[in-house]
């Protein structure tokens, strides 16, 4: 299974919204960026973490959580984001497939040095958005599908929608039409 490391507060700094909803309430943005990671991590089946320096929120002690299937570690006064994100490179388990989303340089090289792709907090998001809008296209056609078939329209045979579009026409329903054999489907001769 595939590992994606963000670097959280680099990625809530970047993105617009987030960077505009910490602006209002630091907590929200990083609720929603765990909300987002979720979402992508369900869809793409990747293991995420979500890596925050813990100087940013009460607390002195690292912590780490699972919140909707992301891993989310909170530093701790004594280290960084960026020393946690260096140790989990480090503990990548060989053959793990590991990217680290930050757009830090020097985080960027290290990972690079130890053979680590890296992407930047903007071309996460392009990674993101494209996940959720191919998800939200599957959602829309499938829904158009279901409605669509569950016309009623649909569901009946050529001769009873036939008959009953000359009954709209206010015409008489059984001229003219023959049922599969030939017959009259109404009885007569």
Do not use: C
Request: aromatic share 4%; charged share 30%.
């Amino acid at each position: 299974m595939d590992r994606l490391i963000v670097d959280g507060y680099n990625v809530i700094f970047a993105w617009p919204q987030l960077a505009a909803l910490k602006d209002v309430k630091l907590e929200d943005a990083r609720d929603l960026l765990i909300a987002v990671m979720a979402d992508y991590a369900a869809l793409t089946r990747q293991r995420v973490t979500v890596v925050f320096d813990s100087h940013r929120r009460p607390g002195g002690d690292e912590s780490s959580e699972m919140l909707s299937g992301v891993e989310v570690i909170f530093s701790g006064r004594k280290s960084s984001a960026d020393h946690v994100i260096e140790r989990l490179i480090y503990l990548a388990k060989p053959g793990e497939e590991v990217t680290i989303a930050t757009s830090d340089s020097m985080q960027r090289g290290l990972a690079l040095g130890k053979g680590v792709k890296t992407i930047s907090a903007l071309l996460l998001k392009a990674q993101v958005e494209a996940v959720i809008s191919r998800r939200n296209l599957e959602i829309h056609d499938r829904k158009s599908r279901s409605d669509m078939s569950r016309r009623l329209e649909d569901r009946l045979d050529p001769l009873t929608r036939e008959r009953l579009d000359r009954m709209r026409r206010g015409e008489d329903p059984s001229a003219g039409a023959q049922g599969p054999g030939g017959e009259d489907p109404a009885g007569g001769e």
